[in-house]
């Protein structure tokens, strides 16, 4: 089946303090260049990202940028179908693909597998082995994807909105695919996790120590210096509500765990560590279950 590409490599890195996520090293390459390798036979490729990684890609592939920069994957989804449609380049389904999953190769075959198999649906979805489904590495009918993308360009438009939320009328089948294919690399412990390869050690470190030194100015202006904060904890559960709800629900969500934990320990309901945790546990739950409802963003 003929396809084209549209491989997402814009986001902040907020969590890897900024490093461009398309650069890091894993398997003898850049994330950029397995992104590439998984869309091998796609008659056009657009990278929706800056356009400081050109140098780093053949001259057949496009580039483009939602915009505004940084409005989140369902707004780079579109600028890609913009650049691909100003291209002259039609195919009949449209690989979609985060570019820091360096296993996304291993998942894609499965993924035709399935189209193949189930020729009516809109659309295949990979879905991890823990049963977590991951809008960023799907094959969609490119006319639906367009079609969806004009209605919601009437409304309010794709800016910080959500994937599920474009695919959400999509008659779509989710795909279980091999282990490792949508592990994605959002913190440095993930890069960790996959062996990748990177030279900013120091780099790491230094904005792990300024991390802890700002969490302990904090506590100090407000009082608090008795209370420990795990700050790995705060910032996974942060990320998965950027991931399951939009990109600026990360902080309001921190807060409102913190705020809530703050009163639970102020009537004496539990300790700290307990109300904390509690806290944030109930976030992470709360935004995951707000992605599988459908009526999240990513």
């Known amino acids: 089946m003929e396809f084209n590409a549209v491989i997402l490599a814009g986001g902040r890195a907020t969590r890897l303090g900024g490093v461009p996520k398309p650069s890091l090293e894993y398997d003898g390459g850049t994330l950029l260049a397995h992104a590439l390798e998984a869309a091998r036979g796609a008659a056009a490729v657009v990278v929706v990202g800056p356009d400081a990684f050109s140098d780093a890609m053949p001259d057949s592939v496009l580039i483009a940028r939602e915009e505004p920069a940084f409005a989140g994957p369902a707004a780079a989804i579109e600028a890609g179908l913009r650049a691909l449609e100003a291209s002259g380049s039609k195919a009949g389904w449209t690989l979609v693909l985060a570019c820091d999953m360096p ?21 295949v979805m990979a879905v991890s082995v823990d049963g977590r489904k991951q809008p ?3 094959i969609y009918s490119t006319a639906a994807l367009e079609r969806e993308v004009d209605v919601a360009s009437q409304g309010s438009g794709l800016t910080n909105s959500s994937v599920f939320k474009l695919l959400a009328r999509l008659n779509l089948l989710d795909v279980d695919v091999p282990a490792g294919s949508t592990d994605d690399v959002d913190t440095w412990e993930d890069a960790a996790a996959l062996g990748i390869d990177y030279k900013l050690e120091a780099d790491v470190k230094s904005q792990e120590e300024t991390l802890e030194d700002w969490c302990r100015t904090l506590l100090q202006a407000f009082e608090l210096e008795g209370v420990e904060v795990d700050i790995n904890e705060v910032l996974a559960v942060a990320g998965v509500a950027a991931h399951s709800v939009v990109r600026p629900a990360a902080p309001l969500t921190t807060f409102i765990a913190g705020y809530a934990a703050g009163m639970a320990r102020g009537i004496g309901q539990a300790s700290d560590d307990a109300s904390m945790n509690a806290a944030l546990d109930l976030a992470r739950k709360i935004a995951k279950e707000y992605s599988e409802s459908g009526t999240d963003a990513e």
């Not at 296993?103 to 659309?123: C, D, F, I, N, Q």
Request: glycine content about 16%; proline content about 4%; hydrophobic content about 55%.
């Open 103 to 123: 296993k996304a190769a291993e998942g894609v075959g499965s993924l035709w597998e399935a189209l193949a198999m189930h020729p009516a649906v809109e659309g």
């Open 136 to 138: 960023l590495l799907g």
